[in-house]
């Protein structure tokens, strides 16, 4: 199910498929266990998450409820309280919008619940990135790290034209 993009027609895919199997390969990595072609990979992905997948200690860990996961506030003149509760609010977000985005086989297997309203909200958070993030200047689609490497490199060479980063 696509949420926060378009979409990539057949071809797209197939070409896609086979020239991340060609990069693979560069690696040196054994192309025995690689499916020919991306209908074949399809199905092979298909049957993994249906039959062989395991909902195991590390995955279960993944989508249990927690407290204080991203630690203390990292942004000085941010409260301790008021980055607590938004940052478990991020967590709890994240860990919905992994779930809502696993195949729905493998959802079930693992048994996540996921309603018709779970769907109806991502579908809507998927509408909402598609059409506000694309539109967003670039300087501000980038995460901080990478904002503050384009300052050390650009230090004295950033147009006008761009937002400076604080």
């Known amino acids: 199910m696509r949420y926060f993009g378009r979409g990539l027609d057949r071809e797209t895919k197939e070409r896609l498929y ?11 990595v054994s192309m025995r266990p690689v499916p020919p072609d ?3 990979f399809e199905a092979y992905w298909d049957r993994t998450c249906a039959e062989v997948l395991e909902h195991n200690r590390f995955s279960q860990g993944t989508f249990k409820p927690r407290r204080g996961a991203f630690g203390p506030s990292p942004i000085p ?6 980055w607590r509760a938004v940052s478990d609010q991020g967590y709890r977000f994240g860990v919905w919008l992994i779930r809502g985005t696993l195949p729905p086989a493998l959802r079930e297997r693992m048994g996540l ?9 991502l579908r809507l958070v998927g509408f909402l990135v598609r059409n506000t993030f694309g539109r967003l200047p670039w300087w501000w689609r980038l995460a901080p790290q990478v904002r503050a490497a384009y300052r050390r490199e650009w230090r004295s060479a950033v147009p006008r034209s761009l937002p400076r980063a604080s």
Do not use: C, H, I, M
């Open 113 to 121: 619940p996921w309603t018709a309203r779970d769907d109806r909200r």
């Open 18 to 28: 086979q020239e991340s199997v060609n990069w693979y390969s560069l690696y040196g």
């Open 77 to 82: 003149w941010v409260p301790e309280p008021l």
């Open 38 to 40: 991306y209908a074949a």
